[in-house]
């Protein structure tokens, strides 16, 4: 087994209310983002440090996780503009059109939500250099 992960969270678990009509929409602005979906059954699916699961998954509690504001890294103002057309595509609904935003120089935004009403942005900050993709984890 293999994990890439960044610095801070190690995962994020979202309860939705129509796992078909998530993993629709997730699987098209994870495709333009260029993250695969790292597997699924039934009553979930994963990508990266994102944990969808229905409602009746033994991963949930039985309860909706309630909405929550997840932002999505891009590696430029092109694949945000994707992200946003894709998303639309795939069941999202329009928050905040690609654009500039004012939180610093640079800041490309697009804002949709999700099924389940979740705000979630892909957001792309400027020409950068990494050290490296992620962090390598093998068991």
């Known amino acids: 087994m293999e994990l890439h992960r960044g610095r801070l969270i190690d995962h994020v678990q979202l309860v939705v209310s129509d796992l078909a ?25 994963w990508a990266d440090e994102l944990f969808v699961s229905s409602i009746d998954s033994r991963a949930a509690s039985g309860q909706l996780t309630g909405r929550h504001h997840l932002a999505f890294q891009a590696k430029d103002r092109a694949m945000v503009d994707a992200f946003y057309k894709a998303g639309l595509d795939g069941g999202g609904v329009d928050n905040g059109a690609p654009g500039e935003r004012p939180y610093h120089p ?9 099924p389940d009403g979740n705000n979630i942005e892909a ?11 992620s962090v390598k984890i093998t068991f």
């Open 21 to 45: 009509a998530s993993r629709r929409f997730y699987e098209a602005v994870f495709k333009v983002l260029d993250v695969p979906i790292g597997g699924s059954a039934e009553d979930y699916f």
């Open 106 to 114: 640079g800041y490309y935004a697009a804002f949709l939500l999700d």
């Open 123 to 133: 957001v792309f900050h400027g020409p950068a250099n990494r050290s490296a993709a």
